[in-house]
């Protein structure tokens, strides 16, 4: 995305500065700075086929006033679609460029022969190509007004309306929705608002109760500990003592260098808030392993091994008695795990733990408006420095950044929180190995709001091209995934064929 | 109201001389013009009693730019409520004061005692006190782009959670929405968007299929000429053959002058557009007896005598030999019946129709965004000059006057139209004489979206206070209606208790 290149340095700029100041004060926003949510990388088969479409959608969805339109990107496969009337599987994109989520996104690819599906990858608005007013749309707040979930919910329906009312046979084709992670969020919240668009929904890995109120703040790092406790003897533990380490080690000017030098860096520690960045991007590094840790190799960010988190724990077995320095060389090597299993990477950039700058201040901008997502560490259930959930100092980041406030509220109100029994259709699954199951949906709610829990899995899984190395969880759960849909497909041409006319 | 005035009385005029126009080419655009929904009087019984509140509500729920509040009122009376947990009957405001409705939804009243109910009824913004923006609100399209009815429900959502939140007693109260006319298309929406802060609706007389594409745009009126045809012989024949009556008599200055007087016109019919007027203000008369045509005397914006249209066709019971002046002599002393029934009004005023000038401006700007409701008539199967619904014509007049223009699909895009069997806990009662019921739910859909047909009940009759007069269709609708609130509230008292806590 060459868009607004100017506003995304500034903005680089600010969440650097930013996190010095953040990871004093606020878990949560750092957390949420670094973990973007769905920013995290699939296994890439050889590219995929479709086309590319553009889609006239009206920049205000929820207003008269800006009667504007931009271009909506959207994918499109039909090799495999039955018309008419075959099923439509419909991606609801997430923060970030859709040829990726595509490309990425194997298990539709998988399965549209066998359901004779069409596949459909609809861009979320302000990124990737689908740029609300262009090279301005990140300007200010002004123009990062219309950047919401109800807006991007909207454009959705109304696309599939407009698909359904044009391709010759798809006027009686049930779509049903799927996504990962934030787009898994809008899969789920998508057959919620808009059950007359899609007849279900595939919801993987999608923290739909990380709001202020459902879930315990700490359950998230709880998790990431617990990934490295059961990878590998006194793992965690030693990532708990590693922050005090640091404090001792980087307290005098030669251990701010040998820090460096050990964790090749391409920029030395020189201070105290050099310090604060340099253990938040630890600890996002721990967390990104939580998310990606695989039974196989994979190519994301950088390439990986397979079980990287076992690999990593292998440079973190020391006992009691190891010295600060000998901890922190284990965490070196540990970290050179995910920022150089190739070994081609020259030095380690404190500023950066994904590759992807797409989305990234958009996410930022949803995180501080409605997706408030508490988070908070106490150092005993997890392996982090404790660090309390601090609405007001978050809500004061986001003032400063974007000059608005986020709402604490809005996500439980417009989305009903937990209280969604009376919905159907929406399959919420989940990785046992992923941070992010501590906010989804992981036991059922109905006969028809049923989750699907994948104990080996990692950061959704499933929707990744199946691979020899899968465990038997995830191979089970793409297969029941299958089933539902097949019966909703079915549920809906019956109902269908009993209607009337049309 | 003492807001806008003068944008008001600068937009009566626009109103005025845009009927001139309209009524040449635009049916639907006069009809929506004069035909407020909901903005028909109930009986009013001796005044009942609440408390008024103000809850601070977000302008704009759907974008964080425009972070200020207005204060949006609302009425609570909790005579009746049995705390805790006793259910809350919440109604969802129309276009209008919120007491006018409170005074006047005798049904909420009257059930409140045997259902141990709080009772609130919340106002729809940018009516009554409920401005957004104060004397502003209406000063142009820019203030007035949050009037749309997403924020409205946003707004009863967050109030409803508030509600909950901090009366002692109401966390786990079952609220239970109800409505009349665009007040009863809210409150079906609100269940159907918000199920998690409503456990059912009562959508009374509620139009939500009066929309692009969904009913025959002709069906409106031909109700209204049903009613006329079984209350007298010959009296839709004869209303029919008016029109051409008015045309002969007025196309020369002496049957100007005649129809003035015969009409008791308080500003005398000079010229064509004159004319034009007075048949769109004659048209809306019928409509309105339609809608108000109860079976008991009762004193809306006039005094009205019980079965008004019976009264009314009366004077218009001639047969085929009638010449032009004696059938319009007929018509006027028909239309006296609706002016002027206690004979205290000096003179009739084509340029009104309804007393409440509150809500008309607004309900105005929602036909011209979201509200776009078709109607056409042919003279043929109905009682009015043929005039066919024609979008663009009507599409141009709201850009004219609001600068904006009209989104025909929307509804039914983001409120589902005929697809809504999805959903749950939704009763729509619609009166057999009521022309809105030609765009209403008048058959089941499911067991639980259920249709409630009062074949002799004229606009939301059910809602109205009980009355010896009325017919036992809508005492037994009325029972019914308790019967599922009952099964509502016991279901969720029931959920409530099998929750793990809290």
Redo the contacts between chains.
């Keep these: 995305m060459r868009t607004g290149e100017k506003i995304l340095d500034r903005a680089a700029a600010t969440c650097i500065l930013t996190l010095c100041f953040v990871c004093l004060h606020v878990t949560a926003l750092k957390s949420q700075l670094f973990t973007r949510l769905g920013g995290l990388p699939y296994s890439t088969e050889p590219p995929v086929s479709y086309k590319t479409f553009y889609f006239d959608q009206?920049i205000d969805?929820?207003?008269?006033?800006e009667?504007g339109t931009f271009k909506q990107r959207y994918l499109l496969s039909d090799k495999y679609w039955q018309q008419p009337g075959g099923p439509i599987l419909f991606y609801t994109g997430n923060e970030g460029d859709i040829t990726w989520f595509c490309n990425n996104t194997g298990f539709m690819w998988e399965i549209a022969e066998e359901l004779g599906a069409m596949l459909v990858f609809a861009e979320h608005r302000y990124y990737g190509e689908s740029l609300p007013f262009g090279q301005d749309s990140y300007r200010d707040?002004?123009h990062?007004?219309?950047l919401?979930s109800?807006?991007a919910l909207?454009d959705f329906?109304?696309l599939i309306?407009n698909l359904k009312g044009t391709l010759p046979g798809a006027q009686h084709s049930p779509v049903i929705a799927v996504g990962g992670s934030y787009g898994g969020m809008l899969s789920a919240w998508f057959r919620m608002?808009?059950?007359?668009?899609v007849v279900g929904a595939l919801a993987s890995s999608a923290p739909i109760w990380q709001f202020p109120g459902m879930v315990p703040c700490g359950d998230f790092y709880k998790t990431v500990t617990q990934d490295f406790a059961k990878s590998g003897i006194n793992c965690d533990a030693n990532i708990r003592k590693s922050w005090k380490a640091v404090n001792n080690v980087s307290s005098s000017a030669s251990g701010l260098q040998w820090l460096s030098e050990e964790f090749s860096l391409c920029a030395p520690l020189k201070n105290k808030n050099d310090v604060l960045t340099f253990k938040s991007w630890l600890q996002e590094t721990w967390v990104n392993l939580a998310m990606v840790d695989y039974p196989y190799e994979a190519n994301f960010l950088q390439p990986l091994p397979r079980w990287p988190i076992q690999v990593v724990c292998k440079y973190l077995s020391f006992d009691s008695t190891v010295s600060d320095y000998q901890l922190l060389q284990g965490v070196a090597q540990a970290a050179k795990v995910y920022y150089n299993y190739t070994g081609s990477s020259p030095c380690l950039n404190t500023s950066q733990t994904a590759t992807s700058s797409l989305g990234y201040l958009g996410w930022f901008y949803q995180a501080c408006?409605e997706m408030v997502m508490p988070m908070c560490t106490d150092g005993v259930q997890d392996m982090f420095e404790p660090e309390e959930w601090n609405f007001q100092a978050f809500s004061d980041e986001c003032k400063a950044m974007f000059g608005?406030?986020p709402?604490a509220?809005?996500a439980g109100?417009?989305y009903?929180?937990k209280?969604?029994?009376?919905?159907?259709?929406i399959i919420f699954s989940n990785g046992g190995l992923d941070p992010w199951s501590s906010g989804g949906v992981t036991s059922n709610i109905s006969h028809s709001l049923v989750s699907i829990m994948i104990p080996d899995g990692a950061h959704h899984l499933d929707l990744r091209y199946s691979n020899d190395l899968d465990p038997p969880s995830v191979r089970a759960a793409r297969e029941l995934e299958v089933k539902y849909f097949r019966e909703w497909i079915k549920k809906a041409k019956k109902?269908h064929r009993a209607a009337p006319t049309g």
């Design positions: 009206k969805h929820f207003g008269f006033l009667d707040s002004k990062l007004n219309y919401t109800e807006q909207a329906a109304v309306q608002k808009y059950p007359h668009v408006t608005i406030r709402r509220d809005w109100t417009v009903g929180g209280e969604i029994s009376s919905h159907s259709n109902a």
